[in-house]
């Protein structure tokens, strides 16, 4: 494309402004390569300057604004993107190489309308403010807003996990904060599509004007910057362990709170008289989950493990031919496909073996084959920090452990993760198994679940999309699930032997 | 004292045991100067790593044990401090020159036995488990123990706060979650029959041994290695803002939550219309609060802040008088008096006029004059950080702004508090100034007074003993009020699709 194209304008203050940019870039459609003719600003830190200042004025703002029209706002929001759904599912489509149905279209839009609503619903009742009323004392407490956050949206979600309309943003405004949106490069187009809806609907709902504010790039200099600011109140983030970690240490050493979610390997363990029974049943739900979407997910299994066996042979088997068979999908970006390729090949210099795939597919937009690994259960206890590196696509690796023993170590040697899974006997007959081996996959995990894959992640008050340390920063909260993700914005306020007309109305009485 | 006297020991794995220690200290009575007989070791590693193995059973133990048997533990506890209550407050009032009556007896034990009861009641109910029930999506959540808790307490509540027996215990303790305890050197003896009375209630309870765990004294590699070891669940720490982040640096590379209460001014606001009546009277007030007990409170009356009047000079005079009118204690340590002395020096060469006190008091014991500083709000905007430099004890410095302008300017350029505080006119000839200051001293204080001093911290469940950052590392978390306390040491969990006889009894149905 030669045509000359106007750099996109970040929206800073309620306007929709030239960037004072450092540079551009262009996005391709990973399904062919192709550059799709638009041009996005890198910004300098003066647009995050000025965002900063904005922020501000919009939360002092926000505080004296009733939550009712915080709860307008979010569900125009949502009528919003569902108006322009056709046009923002075609951008996503060729943004991300994302089916256009039934993934973006049917799934993801629906569900990033629905968590915008229930947001709505949780500012409407106000439970997340906890009040807590001593008489006795003169004592009242509540949660308020922690002041303007940023969010820095992953590349696999141009929807629901998206800075400028996915879950930590619901969270963030459904508390009365602002919110500043990083965009992803990888779907700049979609969100600044998504940013028009959200500001239309700041209009119909009467919000200050900087409520919801977007740039698309920073370099990581800026990025730490920001994230360091005195003016904000909190950092919400959903991308890589290197990028994440990089914004934790400037965060912390700021004192400003930051909520990770950064990578899991999402264990399933397949134990031994189910798989008699189940091996080609449940090879088949594996290879489906873990190459769904290219495995583009947090939550995709990157692991199985068993115990050695007849039945656990069998299961490789099935296993082997139905990753072989499974077609891969053009994934986010060359990028991505490189980095899965890079982790693959350190994975095998680890000591893992490969079954099938390891390799780029030619032809036509960013592929990977479908791949498995295999590694003994002695082999990964050698070297169980260089076999927990993420390989983020269409990948499973199968720890084979000689017995149950062994087993319970590499259990132990796993590191913090989003889900555990375990497949047993619909019998009964691995129940005292399980008995042993859950508490120890219990520590180490946000979410258990029983004999079904972990990628869907329900929005719903009981989910947890969280866990220990690498999964997150902090195993006590959760980005999804409504009103418990709300917490993560707020802060505890007391008020002690305050006049009562000088209250909150909610901490009246 | 030239007696032999045998080194303490540890308490490790339910033994008190000879430490592997690297030296020894020998600690103090600060009111006379006098060594008090008895020697403690300086930990090395191999304790602490003993300490976690230890901990790591138990927690597993923990997870198993009703929680009935924690409250038993807890109320027992209780009672052993109290039947010991004449010997502890001996060695307390030994080690730390605070009055044995009313402030250790009759005030702070009582507090310290009445908080382990309350945990022990929120033990027993189990509402810090937050369980939620979505029976539609099969998905249920609740809050679990973190994991161990290593707890740092302060020099200045050798009951309440102590790393054994106070708030952070208490609330770890009532999670379910076992203690590794750093008792505060300055009260080591306090510390250690306070532990061994932990002993005696473990046993009535029925505990697992090493549910509490204590060390007096470890190198600054040593407490960093601590706080960041793959076996603790979190950290809480109570204490200096320079030991803070040291501790918090360590914790947030390795990824462990580590909750701090640090330091805070607690600047108390006097408005115009309420001095012109009440001059005298807020003047002693103030001249109380911040001397009392030294001044070594959290949360002492540090700032005062007014604006330039006739009233306020009238209150500045009276302030005066008052504060050279109080006799000064003894401080907790030498340290702690050289380190006040070095802040007051600090504090004046960054702006601030010395009224009275400022310098050591001859004679027996740590003591130090009551100080009073005086600084414009024009020259404190010139120097804010220097000019909010803690001085822990018994001073004050009052910024008086030129106007209200300068007021709010001052306000905004505070830092993060624990407190705030605001007199103003009973006849509410204030009330459209406190309208316009309010909002600004709110956003900086984790709990907002109105006509009354701070330095009491109420143990209710509205009580916010946090704030925002350097007041603590989180405005999210208050370290006293329980159930509120214990969330802190707390995990998020989610269980999907678990088959109902895995469930916990309270996620079943």
Redesign the interface.
């Known amino acids: 494309m030669q045509t000359a194209v106007a750099t996109a304008k970040v929206l800073i203050g309620g306007e929709w402004r030239e960037s004072d940019a450092e540079g551009v870039f262009e996005p391709e459609n990973p399904a062919t390569g192709e550059k799709l003719g638009r041009e996005f600003p890198l910004s300098r830190w003066s647009d995050c300057d000025r965002a900063l200042s904005a922020a501000v004025e919009a939360a002092?703002a926000l505080?004296k604004t009733p939550p009712e029209k915080i709860a307008v706002f979010l569900e125009a929001y949502a009528k919003e993107l569902e108006a322009d759904a056709e046009a923002i599912v075609q951008a996503a489509h060729e943004e991300t190489a994302l089916p256009a149905s039934p993934r973006l279209k049917d799934v993801e839009l629906p569900r990033t309308t629905d968590q915008l609503r229930q947001a709505a619903a949780a500012a409407r009742q106000g439970t997340w403010r906890r009040p807590?009323?001593?008489q006795a004392?003169g004592?009242?407490?509540c949660?308020a807003p922690?002041?303007p956050v940023v969010v820095f949206g992953p590349n696999n979600f141009p929807f629901a996990f998206n800075g400028v309309s996915g879950g930590d943003f619901a969270a963030a405004i459904a508390a009365g904060n602002p919110v500043i949106a990083k965009a992803h490069p990888l779907h700049a187009y979609t969100s600044q599509r998504m940013a028009e809806a959200a500001g239309r609907a700041l209009k119909t709902a009467g919000l200050p004007a900087a409520t919801v504010q977007m740039i698309y790039k920073l370099n990581h200099e800026n990025g730490a910057r920001l994230v360091s600011d005195p003016r904000i109140g909190a950092v919400g983030f959903t991308g890589s362990k290197g990028a994440g970690l990089k914004l934790?240490?400037a965060a912390?050493?700021?004192?400003?709170?930051i909520y990770l979610e950064m990578s899991s390997l999402n264990p399933v363990l397949f134990l031994p008289e189910g798989l008699k029974e189940n091996a080609q049943k449940w090879a088949r739900e594996l290879a489906d989950s873990c190459t769904l979407g290219s495995g583009q997910f947090c939550t995709r299994p990157n692991l199985a493990l068993a115990i050695a066996g007849d039945a656990t042979e069998a299961f490789m088997q099935e296993l082997t031919a139905a990753i072989a068979s499974r077609e891969p999908h053009a994934m986010l970006s060359s990028t991505t496909r490189d980095q899965l390729h890079e982790s693959i090949e350190a994975l095998q210099q680890a000591g893992a073996t490969l079954l099938t795939g390891g390799k780029n597919v030619p032809g036509k937009g960013y592929r990977y084959s479908s791949t498995l690994l295999r590694v003994s259960g002695k082999n990964f206890l050698k070297a169980a920090d260089g076999l927990q590196r993420e390989a983020f696509g269409n990948e499973v690796m199968a720890i084979v452990a000689a017995d149950e023993a062994e087993l319970l170590q590499v259990l132990e040697h796993l590191e913090?993760q989003l889900?555990g899974t375990v497949y047993s006997a619909a019998s009964g007959a691995d129940d005292a198994l399980?008995g042993r081996l859950?508490?120890v996959l219990?520590?180490k995990?946000?979410?258990?679940?029983?004999?079904?894959m972990?990628t869907g992640v329900?929005v719903?008050?009981?989910?947890?999309h969280?866990g220990?340390?690498?999964a997150t920063?902090?195993?006590?909260?959760?980005s999804v699930?409504i009103p418990?993700s709300i917490?993560?914005f707020?802060?505890?306020?007391?008020?002690?032997?305050?006049?009562p007309d000088?209250l909150p109305d909610f901490l009246r009485g």
Chains 1, 2 share one sequence.
């Not at 912390?252 to 709170?257: S, V």
């Not at 979410?447 to 079904?452: E, H, Q, S």
């Not at 719903?460 to 947890?464: H, L, T």
């Not at 707020?490 to 006049?499: I, P, W």
């Open positions: 002092h505080e807590v009323i001593d004392k004592l009242r407490s949660y922690i002041g934790k240490h912390d050493t700021a004192g400003k709170p913090g889900t399980y859950a508490p219990r520590r995990v946000g979410r258990l679940l029983n004999d079904k972990p329900a719903s008050p009981a989910m947890n969280g220990p340390y690498p920063a902090h195993p006590g909260f959760t699930g418990t917490a993560r707020t802060a505890l306020q007391s008020y002690d032997n305050v006049r000088r």
